[in-house]
């Protein structure tokens, strides 16, 4: 390492950075321009990771604006040809990205680092760019301690979602309001869209909703909800589990936020997932891991996903169970932390078989502890996330796709896969804006459709009950294999019924009984 620092620190000054492109990484410009920030540092160096969301270009033309992966900048823009200049470029209008800083300090000298924390010791930008060495890479630098000047944040709020309550740090004079630790630190950047749904208020239109509505509709909606999270759970995963299976996992989900989040209550809850242990070791792996096929032929590993090593998997989840507890207990925002937690676990791949499932409850368990929904009713994101489980997929391979350019792995015998690279800052470090825009997506669906849809369909089904009960004095059991034949046959009761389960009633009384289900169910047909 130290020889590479060397060399990259004596060609620095013919390093340059706006270079002029048309084509960057397989990514087309949407006009010809330079370089600027992340791009031009990350093209400058060769640094290995996967690209940032957005990147920044430099228009020959005077204007601003953005274009799908791209943001343009007028000319006027442009940073000089040095690494601090872009540096300061990055920071002041693309955010922080921590895997890129990672990646960067572990090339360049730490001379480079001290020469320019010393040009400007009460800059801004130096003084963050001297925290994140630091923080990162887990040294001091031979620089002394500020002794005055303001604190400066190290995101910027209008940037990237932060904590409120974050640690003045003395020495460098900057407020480390970092939403993680540093052994678990994804990051999610403000867009237009995060913030349009977090305008909506989500969690009071719940209340709105529910507001007025009988205690019993409630209990009788919260259940079914739970139920039907449950098997949508298992539904993505490929599984049809037993009514009980899927009831149990229910049950586990509406406990949500009860217990504190720990490693013992993860393996519980795998233990809960896994229904037949018996040909595989519960708790966290202990050998690789991928999400993929295997080749027909030879049994090559084809992934889609690569795990964690699972020589990181304890610092990485110490990491997040650290992680949760900032985010808990602080005013950052629920969807968002959740999604940080719950995205965050499923990228690690901690299990050998579960995490799918435990990666949803995270959700449930992270809405739950902030108070996100009003208690007693759990969200059915599970549901959500199966209607829209395309998008789900492609959100889900939005970073693990393109960090198998990144991983070195070789086939075992078994044909599973062994990482042979240094991988774990990759999910440490992610971002997850993608994933929290996903999520909200769920949240809202569920909040403006899937609930509503619910309380509404259990007035329909007591206002028919009563209907039925009144006139013919029929059980609740038979009446619910009523309800059922008749929905499954767009509201006629089918010639079997009739004969076998109905066959008490005439011609006459069925009518009536279509025509009530219809007008009570579907009063437009």
Known sequence: MSNIKKSTHRAMEDVQFSKYVTVFHGRTVPEEGYLAGYSAIIDAFQIQIPLPNTLSLISNKNRKYEHEKWRVFSFRYLPE??????????????????????????????????????????????????????????????????????????????????????????????????????????????????ENYIDKGLAAQTEQIIQGVRKDFLQRAAAFLLLKDSKASFTIEGESPKSKRAARWGQAVGQAGMKSLSKDELYRLQQLVIENPRFMELGYRGKGGFVGEH??????????????????????????????????????????????????????????????????????????????????????????????????????????????????????????????????????????????????????????????????????????????????EMPDKLVSTLVRFLEQNSGKLSKRAQEKEFSLLDNEEIEEIERTFKSVFDPEI
């Open 81 to 194: 040809n040095n690494l601090f200049k872009h540096l300061v470029f990055a920071i002041k209008y693309e955010g922080i990205n921590l895997l890129f800083f990672k990646k960067l300090f572990e090339i360049i000298d730490n001379e480079e680092i001290i020469s320019l924390v010393k040009a400007e010791p009460y800059g801004q930008y130096a003084r963050r760019i001297w925290f994140l060495f630091e923080w990162l890479m887990g040294v001091n630098l031979p620089v002394p301690d500020l002794e005055k000047g303001n604190y400066v944040e190290l995101l910027d709020e209008k940037i990237q979602f932060s904590i409120c309550s974050g640690i003045k740090s003395q020495r460098h004079r900057v407020i480390n309001n970092l939403p993680g630790t540093r052994e678990f630190c994804p990051l999610v950047f403000k867009t237009k869209k995060l």
């Open 295 to 472: 080749d027909r032929g030879t049994g090559e590993p084809l992934p889609d996903h690569i795990s964690a090593k699972w020589e990181d998997i304890k610092s990485l989840m110490e990491g997040l169970l650290d992680t949760e507890k900032i985010l808990i207990d602080g005013s950052f925002d629920p969807v968002v932390a959740a999604t940080v937690i719950a995205f965050g676990m499923v990228n690690i791949h901690p299990f050998e078989d579960g995490n799918g499932r435990i990666h949803r409850y995270l959700i449930h368990h992270v809405l739950a502890k902030k108070k996100f929904a009003p208690q007693g009713i759990i969200f059915p994101v599970s549901a959500a996330i199966l209607d829209r489980i395309n998008d789900y997929r492609t959100v889900l391979e939005s970073y693990s796709l393109p960090l198998l350019d990144f991983i070195e792995w070789k086939e075992t015998k078994d044909h599973n896969v062994e990482v042979l690279n240094h991988t774990i800052d990759f999910y440490r470090y992610c971002d997850l804006t993608l994933h929290a825009e996903f999520l909200y997506e769920c949240v809202d669906e569920t909040i403006e459709k899937i609930i509503p849809a619910e309380i509404d369909y259990l007035s329909k089904y007591d206002e028919f009950k009563n209907y039925i009960e009144e006139e013919f």
